[in-house]
C-alpha cells in the first residue's frame, strides 16, 4: 500500500529541526526502499523550511501511522500535524525515475483537499512535468479525500492549475524540493 504523509513545521521550530536533521536522515534511511518520493517544502524566502513529504509503500496503515508518528522531529516537537493518507501512485514511477531529473526549475507540492463533487481524480496532461501524482484515500482505500501532486512548474499559479479548482474545497500550494541525501 502507498501513503502520502505532510508532516507541516510548527512556528519557530527551525532551530529543533536543524538540532535533529541528522536524526531524521538516518530515520528516513531506514525506508530508502520503500520511499517514492521525499522532500521538504518551504516558505516564499526559498529557505525557511514549512514541512516534510514523504511518499512511500507500506504494509498497512498501522505500518504507515508508525512511519509518522516515530520519525524523531514528530516525536521532539517540531511538526505541528501531520497529513497521512493512503495515495495511489497514477505515476507509476518514484521520483528518480522523473524526466526532468532534480534539478532545473521551480517545484512544488500541490494538495487538492475536499473534494466537492464524487469523481476520481485523472492525471493531467503535461505528465513529464509531474513527479509524483495520486488521490489522498481512506484508510481503506475505498473513499477519495483529495489529491497530491509534486512537479516542476514555473510558478505557484501555474502549479495550482493542475488541479481543477471546481472539484476541490481547498487547493494548497507549497514550494518543495527533491529530498534525500546528496
Given at each position: 500500500m502507498e501513503f502520502f504523509c505532510y508532516h507541516r513545521d510548527?512556528?519557530?521550530s527551525?532551530?529543533?529541526?536543524r538540532k535533529l536533521g541528522e536524526e531524521h536522515w538516518a530515520y528516513m534511511d531506514g525506508y530508502e526502499r520503500e520511499l517514492i518520493a521525499r522532500g521538504p517544502t518551504y516558505a516564499d524566502d526559498d529557505e525557511t523550511p514549512t514541512g516534510s513529504v514523504h511518499i512511500v509503500e507500506l504494509p498497512d496503515p498501522a505500518a504507515a501511522r508508525a512511519f509518522a508518528f516515530d520519525e524523531p522531529?514528530?516525536?521532539a516537537g517540531v511538526y505541528r500535524d501531520v497529513l497521512l493518507r493512503r495515495w495511489r501512485n497514477m505515476l507509476g514511477r518514484t521520483m528518480w525515475d522523473f524526466p526532468g531529473g532534480r534539478t532545473g526549475g521551480d517545484r512544488?507540492?500541490?494538495l487538492g483537499l475536499g473534494p466537492e463533487k464524487d469523481v476520481a481524480p485523472t492525471v493531467p496532461p503535461g505528465e513529464d512535468e509531474l513527479v509524483a501524482y495520486?488521490?489522498?484515500l481512506s484508510d481503506d482505500g475505498a473513499t477519495w479525500l483529495g489529491t497530491a501532486v509534486l512537479l516542476r512548474a514555473p510558478d505557484p499559479d501555474t502549479a495550482r492549475a493542475v488541479l481543477a479548482p471546481d472539484l476541490y474545497a481547498d487547493i494548497e500550494v507549497h514550494?518543495?524540493?527533491f529530498g534525500g541525501r546528496r
Open positions: 510548527r512556528a519557530d527551525l532551530a529543533l529541526r522531529g514528530y516525536q512544488f507540492l500541490v495520486g488521490p489522498l514550494k518543495w524540493e
